[in-house]
């Protein structure tokens, strides 16, 4: 008998979803988990801040509540480790494709890069919380934030985040600029400015030359 852990005969793939708010996540992920499930993939589709009763509680607090970037930082962080044990760990151990609607990336882009947090610190938090595990990839949604703005403006009220102004979501975009720069390998960058059919064409062949 070998103690060795049994090994799905497929092994999960964990993608995330990634950009400024309007950006078009939640347009595409649906999109990519039907696709998914269309080449015989069991497919889980989870968000962050939540993914778990208790992360969901915390997304909550974080939409509605003011408070400073270190609590703001912490509460992130807090959700994003039930996240891992409870939900996201499980799936891919099973064989499952995790889609997040956002991951750590966002942490780094609206905490460090819009609240001007201390990177070092997210560094130690990304460590200590994640033990290793990053997305297989990260889709970024590239879109101008007036443009993002206006996509917003035409379909909803702004929460905590979306209330800020242009000038906020523009030091987002930079620190998912920076995020992609320094890992170019785990990142693909679609150009968010064009029609949604063409926003899906250039996901599914970046999904495509992955050869999953
Ligand atoms: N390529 C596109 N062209 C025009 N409108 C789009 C495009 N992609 C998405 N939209 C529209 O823009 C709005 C925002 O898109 P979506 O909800 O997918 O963004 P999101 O990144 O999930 O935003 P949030 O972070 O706020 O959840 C929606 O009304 C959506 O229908
Ligand atoms: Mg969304």
Redesign the pocket.
């Known amino acids: 008998m070998s103690d060795l852990p049994v090994r799905p005969a497929s092994p999960g793939r964990f993608i995330s979803?990634e950009?400024?708010?309007?950006?078009?996540?939640?347009?595409?992920?649906e999109a990519t988990a039907d696709w998914l499930r269309s080449r015989g993939h069991e497919v889980l589709l989870t968000r962050e801040p939540g993914g778990t009763p208790l992360a969901e509680q915390l997304r909550t607090l974080l939409l509605q509540s003011p408070m400073d970037a270190l609590s703001e930082t912490l509460l992130v962080f807090a959700a994003r480790r039930d996240h891992l044990q409870a939900r996201i760990e499980p799936a891919l151990a099973r064989g499952a494709w995790v889609l997040s609607?956002?991951f750590t990336d966002a942490t780094f882009a609206y905490q460090g890069a819009g609240r001007g947090f201390d990177l070092a610190v997210l560094q130690q938090l990304e460590t200590w919380v994640q033990q290793g595990r990053q997305p297989d990839l990260t889709v970024w949604?590239d879109?101008p934030p007036a443009v993002?703005a206006e996509?917003?403006a035409?379909?909803?009220t702004p929460d905590r985040f979306?209330q800020q102004d242009l000038a906020f979501f523009q030091r987002v975009r930079d620190g998912y600029a920076a995020r992609c720069a320094a890992d170019a390998g785990r990142f693909v960058r679609i150009d968010?400015?064009?029609?949604?059919?063409?926003?899906w064409a250039d996901l599914r062949q970046a999904l495509e030359q992955r050869a999953w």
């Open positions: 979803f950009g400024i708010d309007g950006a078009g996540k939640s347009s595409h992920i609607d956002r949604f879109l993002a996509r917003r035409a379909v909803r979306e968010s400015h064009q029609p949604k059919e063409a926003v």
